[in-house]
C-alpha cells in the first residue's frame, strides 16, 4: 500500500462531526496534503475554516486559485467555486455550473485529483444526500488510487456512499474510527 | 453515464484544431477544467473520437461560433460575493467620481451578471452617466445575449437576495422582472456601454483605463498565461487605476507588478508607480 501523496475526502449533510473527528487525529509531519470538499452554503464564505481549524491537529486553509499543494496541511475548497487539481501539485478554481446540485462538486475534485495523482491517491467519501462523489470515486480506482466510504449503516444520510459502492468496486467500507486509524497508520 | 477520458495527445489536437479552426488560443488554459469541459461536450454532441470534433470545429463556421460560446464558462450571479461589490462602491467609485471621463473596462463579460451588477450599481450612484464601460468578450453570442437582458429565471433567487444586500436606494424590480419563464434585466443600462468582440489575451485596447474589473476569469488559465494577462493589464490601466479580481483569485504568483492592495478580502488592487 502507498506511498500516497494526497487524500481527499467528500461529505454533505450529515458529515461535519465525521469531519471534525476526523482532523481531530490526524498525524503530524506524514508528508501528506489533504483536501476536503464539503457541500456548504454558497454564499456564506466566512466561518467554516474557523469551525473546522478549532480541533485540527494541520493547519486549515481555504487555496486561492494556483496555489501551490504543501504537505501536513488540509485545504478546504471555498464557498461558490469547484475546486481542481492540477498536474504539478497546484489548485485550480472554477465557477463552473454546478455539478450534481453542488459547487463545490466532489465530482470535480476526485475526478481532478485522480488525473494528477493517479495511484498516489486515496479518495475518502462519508456521509451526503445526493449522489455527488460517485463519479469521482470510480475515477480515483480506475487512475489506480486507493478507495474508502464510509459505512453507509453509520452515515447520517447513505444516499452518496450507497452510490459510490454501486458505481465501484470499493476497497473498504469503514466506520469513522476505522477511517481515522486508517488515516494514522499511512506513512 | 458515457465518459470519454482525452489522453494529452488528443487534447493537444483539439486545442491546435480550435486555433485551425478560428485563430483562437486555447494552449494556456488551466488544464483540467478544459479538459473536462471538451470532454463534456464530446458526450452530450456523441462524438466519437478528437479527429471527428476537430474536423467539425473546422469545416462547420456556426458551430465554431457555438463552440466558443460554449467554452464560455457564465458567471455565476449578480452581485455574486455581495461584500465585494461593497467595497467597490466605497473604495473605487469614491476615487472615480474624482475623475474627469473615467473609463471603466470588463475585459471578458462572459454571460454578463459582473457588467449588469456594475452598471446598476453606477447608477444607484449617480455615476452612469459620467462614466465610459466597455466590455468585452471572444464570443459574440454572449454579447448578444447580453444585450436580450433574459437570464435563466434559476437566478432570480440569488439575484433578489444580493441586489437586497446592496441596494436600499430602489427595489429589485426597478432593473429586474419575471417574463416568459425568464428573468429579464432592464436594457436601458447598457444602452451607452461599448461592446468589442475579442478576448484580452489577442484584443487591441487604446488608452488607459481608470478601473478593469476582471473578476474569475484568471482562474481559467494557467500560471503562465496569468502573468502575461495580469502584465497587459497593468499597462492599460491609468497610474494609480483599479483592478478588481474573483475572491478566490490574487496576485500573489507576480510579485514583479506593482499593485497595492487597497482590499485584502475582496481582491482590491491599485496600480502603484513605485
Known amino acids: 500500500m502507498g506511498p500516497y501523496q494526497h487524500i481527499v475526502i467528500g461529505g454533505s449533510a450529515g458529515s461535519f462531526q465525521s469531519i471534525t473527528q476526523i482532523l481531530a487525529e490526524l498525524p503530524k509531519n506524514t508528508g501528506l496534503s489533504f483536501s476536503l470538499v464539503l457541500h456548504r452554503l454558497k454564499h456564506v464564505r466566512s466561518g467554516f475554516v474557523e469551525a473546522l481549524s478549532l480541533r485540527s491537529t494541520l493547519p486549515v486553509i481555504e487555496p486561492e486559485d494556483k496555489q501551490y499543494i504543501r504537505p501536513n496541511t488540509v485545504y478546504l475548497t471555498p464557498a461558490n467555486y469547484h475546486l481542481y487539481i492540477e ?101 | 453515464m458515457n465518459s470519454i477520458k482525452l489522453k494529452i495527445s ?135 445575449k447580453i444585450q436580450k437582458g433574459l437570464y435563466t429565471l434559476k437566478s432570480i433567487e440569488a439575484a433578489g437576495r444580493n441586489y437586497n444586500e446592496i441596494i436600499t436606494t430602489m427595489p429589485f424590480t426597478e432593473y429586474f422582472y419575471e417574463k416568459n419563464n425568464d428573468l429579464v434585466v432592464n436594457t436601458n443600462l447598457i444602452e451607452k456601454v461599448i461592446f468589442r468582440v475579442q478576448n484580452l489575451q489577442a484584443g487591441v485596447f487604446e488608452g488607459y483605463y481608470d478601473y478593469i474589473l476582471y473578476r474569475n476569469r484568471l482562474i481559467y488559465y494557467n500560471p503562465q498565461m496569468q502573468s502575461k494577462l495580469l502584465r497587459k493589464i497593468y499597462n492599460m490601466l491609468h497610474k494609480s487605476g483599479y483592478l478588481s479580481l474573483g475572491v478566490g483569485e490574487n496576485l500573489n504568483l507576480h510579485s514583479d507588478l506593482k499593485f497595492t492592495v487597497v482590499d485584502k478580502n475582496e481582491k482590491i488592487f491599485k496600480k502603484s508607480r513605485f
Open chain 1, 87 to 187: 498536474l504539478g501539485n497546484y489548485f485550480s478554481l472554477s465557477t463552473e455550473e454546478s455539478v450534481n446540485h453542488s459547487r463545490p462538486s466532489i465530482d470535480i475534485t476526485f475526478s481532478s485529483a485522480a488525473y494528477s495523482y493517479k495511484e498516489k491517491l486515496v479518495g475518502i467519501l462519508l456521509s451526503g444526500a445526493n449522489r455527488d462523489g460517485a463519479m469521482g470515486m470510480k475515477d480515483i480506482k480506475e487512475a489506480g488510487g486507493f478507495t474508502i466510504v464510509q459505512d453507509p449503516d453509520e452515515c447520517q444520510v447513505k444516499t452518496m456512499t450507497s452510490a459510490a459502492i454501486e458505481t465501484t468496486q470499493i476497497d473498504k467500507i469503514l466506520k469513522i474510527e476505522e477511517i481515522i486509524r486508517f488515516i494514522s497508520q499511512m506513512k
Open chain 2, 10 to 144: 488528443e487534447y493537444k489536437n483539439i486545442i491546435q484544431g480550435i486555433f485551425d479552426a478560428g485563430g483562437v488560443d486555447f494552449s494556456e488554459y488551466s488544464l483540467c477544467s478544459m479538459k473536462r469541459r471538451l470532454e463534456q461536450k464530446m458526450v452530450s454532441e456523441k462524438f466519437s473520437d478528437a479527429d471527428e470534433f476537430i474536423a467539425n470545429l473546422k469545416s462547420n463556421p456556426k458551430y465554431f461560433e457555438q463552440f466558443l460560446f460554449d467554452m464560455s464558462v457564465p458567471v455565476t450571479d449578480f452581485f455574486r460575493d455581495t461584500d465585494t461589490w461593497k467595497a467597490i462602491r466605497n473604495q473605487v467609485f469614491s476615487k472615480l467620481e474624482k475623475k474627469e471621463s473615467p473609463r471603466i473596462l470588463i475585459p471578458e463579460c462572459s454571460s454578463g451578471e459582473d457588467l449588469y451588477s456594475l452598471l446598476i450599481l453606477l447608477k444607484e450612484s449617480n455615476l452612469l452617466d459620467f462614466v465610459e464601460v466597455e466590455a468585452c468578450d471572444i464570443s459574440k453570442k454572449n454579447i448578444e
